[in-house]
């Protein structure tokens, strides 16, 4: 920002006597009006720069709620209440904070996918793309400790559900429990633990981090947009990436950062909109363990763990828990080693493209799932959930006797009938045309798999008022299946 | 600034003592000295929470009226290893089941299967987990769902006419209650 040589001002001499000294002009601008290539100015190119738009805001808004909120167990929960309620502004920030959170890793997810599809990450980019991962995980870190630190049920359960992970470590897992709970329960000490990794450990790293991604964004040069056919080699890359810059490069500022500050000022507003029409995450119930009557449910990135552990065979729980962050890290890290150069372009990578529709689907779907959790019994359906009319319409007193078994007996929990109630076992609206009586009788009383046996916990009477009840269970025009080893009756 | 260069005629190649090689040396040695002297209390301190015993003590559940014979009812205690700044986790719920006169079994109320908390439902006698369908028995036992075991379960004893139970810390499959 130098000003034209004529007769200078008095904010142009201030100017100079502080370039004299900080040498602005020699260090800095280089750098921003670097030349970047061309192609490189494109809208698929934003979203690095709105990850740490988002991040300069977590900054910013995280300042503020810290001016307010207590870390401490016995206090922190108030103070939310306090921040959401009291406060000026409180619930507004404590919103943009947690909605924030939610953009940066949208933002960021979107950014490693872009970079993946576009090739960056290969010759001579890999330490760029290694540093970016180190900064995924750090922001997903922010993402679980900035849970803990919404000190409710959900936080309180959460870290429980991390430290019963821990605890399958062969050897050590109790140690490690210990040290993430900075003692024997969850207390006092682990919310100071996440605390401090939340706003001093993790952050601290993170603008490390973010310093060095950026030097080697600098240093090494933006990827080009990749053009199909045009291979990287490690001998001629640097060249004709050289070259290309000197031939239709432009300079990073003003040329090509124009979208950026474009897309910046978008996803502002966008924040400000979701902040202020859907309001702060919680806080849900105090985090009281003996306030029993909850239903822990993790934020929406862990949603699709959260399905994982529930529809993984028991067997493959710890081995998988102890294996998979290991080899999944370690396989995002090594990408641009064992695929270091060739072919950038999205165009002639259909495998590239195959496994980030892959893993979307995946991620969706488990999420979706994480979000419905059909495993979860209904804990309250078997006192609060109707039965249906035409369950109970014209049956006889027996199967009636049968229906209030099923309700009191907490069936409803796990089974659902017309639609509502559990979804973690089948649903009974017409098991009578799978199951033949003597298969229900066996069914209830010794149980497999995912539903307990009720041999011990139901009198012989209740047991026939069940199953005529589920054996009534078939539509009017089919009939209910029998065994074939007894012969059909007439009118039987 | 005395420039230390190789002696002339020096048979062996031997870096030669110099005043700024004394000196970097030493800066170096004292450095590692004083990162130990302070690191260590730092590890030590970030790693208190360890202890070689683990954190077990007798806690008193209450009077043992409170437990109807051939029921199961929910109990809460002060976990004995907190400080004042806990607030409400410090306090701990179990599961009482009272089997005869004399005759208990206390369950941790951490599901064995990623510790949500379980609830007893004394119609089906069944606990139930809410996180990912776990079932236990009333004895405990695993009934069905991801739980790689039973109930965790705590040391009782009765003392006069008290319950009192052995714990002081969030059971996982590494450690009990």
């Known amino acids: 920002m130098s000003a034209p040589a004529q007769p200078k001002g008095r904010l142009a001499r201030v100017g100079e006597w502080l370039d004299f000294r900080l040498k602005f002009r020699e260090s800095i601008l280089p750098p921003i009006a670097h030349p970047v290539p061309k192609s490189s100015a494109s809208w698929w190119y934003v979203f690095g720069s709105a990850t740490l738009l988002c991040f300069v805001v977590q900054i910013v808004t995280g300042m503020c709620l810290a001016l307010v909120y207590v870390p401490s167990a016995s206090e922190a929960w108030t103070s939310l209440e306090y921040l959401n309620y009291v406060q000026p502004f409180g619930w507004f920030l404590r919103s943009l904070h947690s909605w924030g959170s939610n953009f940066m890793v949208t933002l960021m997810t979107i950014h490693l996918v872009q970079v993946y599809l576009f090739g960056a990450y290969k010759y001579p980019r890999e330490l760029t793309w290694v540093v970016g991962c180190v900064l995924f995980l750090c922001t997903l870190g922010m993402a679980f400790t900035g849970q803990v630190m919404r000190f409710d049920q959900d936080a309180y359960w959460g870290l429980g559900i991390g430290v019963a992970m821990m605890g399958r470590f062969p050897v050590i897992g109790e140690s490690l429990v210990h040290l993430v709970l900075g003692g024997p329960i969850i207390g006092a000490e682990t919310l100071s633990r996440f605390f401090t990794l939340h706003v001093f450990a993790v952050p601290g790293l993170l603008l490390m981090l973010i310093g060095v991604h950026l030097w080697l964004v600098i240093k090494v040069g933006i990827n080009e947009w990749p053009m199909p056919g045009r291979l990287v080699t490690r001998e001629r890359y640097s060249d004709e990436y050289h070259e290309l810059v000197a031939k239709e490069g432009e300079p990073f500022v003003p040329q090509g950062v124009q979208k950026d500050i474009v897309f910046a000022g978008i996803v502002l507003v966008a924040l400000f909109a979701c902040a202020a029409v859907f309001g702060p995450a919680g806080p849900n119930g105090q985090p009281d363990p003996t306030l029993i009557e909850t239903v822990p449910r993790p934020d929406f990135f862990f949603l699709s763990l959260f399905a994982v552990f529930a529809l993984l065979p028991p067997y493959l729980e710890t081995p998988l828990i102890l294996t998979a962050p290991v080899v999944l890290v370690a396989l995002a890290f090594l990408l641009p080693f064992y695929s270091n150069t060739g072919e950038k372009s999205w165009k002639r990578r259909p495998g590239a493209w195959i496994l980030v529709i892959v893993v979307f689907l995946c991620l969706g779907t488990l999420t979706w799932l994480g979000l419905s959790s059909p495993w979860s019994p209904d804990m309250s359906a078997w006192s609060g959930t109707p039965t249906p009319v035409e369950y109970v319409k014209g049956r006889t007193p027996l199967e009636l006797q049968g229906a209030l078994v099923f309700q009191a007996k907490q069936c409803r929990n796990c089974h659902s009938l017309g639609g509502e109630g559990g979804m973690r076992g089948p649903a009974l609206d017409d098991v009578a045309t799978v199951q033949t009586r003597d298969e229900i009788v066996r069914q209830v009383l010794q149980g497999d798999g995912n539903m307990p046996a009720y041999g011990k916990n139901l009198k012989p009477q209740e047991v026939t008022a069940l199953v005529a009840f589920l054996t009534a269970m078939h539509p009017a025009g089919e009939p209910a299946q029998r065994s074939a080893t007894i012969p059909a009756r007439p009118g039987g | ?177």
């Open chain 2, 1 to 177: 600034m005395a420039e230390g260069g190789p002696q002339p005629g020096a048979p062996a190649p031997a870096p030669p003592v110099t005043r700024r090689g004394v000196l970097i040396g030493l800066g170096v040695a004292l450095n590692v000295v004083g990162a130990a002297l302070i690191g260590v209390p730092v590890i030590g301190y970030i790693a208190s929470a360890l202890r070689t015993r683990s954190y077990q003590a007798w806690i008193p559940l209450g009077k043992l009226a409170v437990f109807p014979e051939g029921q199961t009812r929910l109990a809460t205690y002060t976990n004995p290893f907190t400080v004042p700044w806990d607030g409400v986790t410090a306090n701990v719920p179990c599961w009482v089941r009272r089997i005869g006169a004399e005759k208990f079994q206390v369950f941790a109320i951490n599901c064995a299967h990623l510790g949500c908390p379980v609830r007893w439902f004394p119609e089906s006698g069944l606990f139930m987990c809410p996180c990912h369908g776990g079932v236990y028995y009333e004895d405990g036992s695993r009934a069905s769902g991801p739980p790689p075991r039973g109930l965790f379960e705590y040391e009782y004893e009765i003392r006069g006419d008290e319950l009192w139970v052995r714990g002081g810390q969030l059971p996982t499959l590494a450690g009990p209650v």
